[in-house]
């Protein structure tokens, strides 16, 4: 059975945002989540204040990340980060 690791606001706004010096270990929970090793788990309550503290600090035009197979995180779809945490 797969360990579940609860995303809490911070792991998810230090890889999204690039917080030093938080930034890899953030990537490598995700990478292992991504990897299969373990699965990812938060609320939506998460994603509304990780919405709303990108959006106070880096302006209304805030992108939406994702997690592409190449091992980076770039802009994609909504829906592509969404599926990352739902599958």
Do not use: C
């Not at 059975?1 to 890899?24: E, G, V």
């Not at 805030?62 to 739902?86: H, I, K, M, N, Y």
């Amino acid at each position: 059975m797969t360990q579940t690791l609860y995303l809490d606001a911070d792991i998810i706004l230090d890889l999204l945002a690039r917080r030093q010096p938080w930034f890899k270990e953030s990537a490598a929970v995700f990478m292992k989540i991504q990897s299969g090793e373990f699965q990812g788990a938060t609320s939506v309550t998460v994603f509304a204040n990780v919405f709303y503290i990108l959006r106070k600090s880096l302006g209304p035009k805030v992108p939406v990340l994702s997690f592409s197979g190449s091992g980076r995180w770039e802009a994609d779809q909504t829906q592509q980060l969404r599926s990352f945490f739902f599958h």
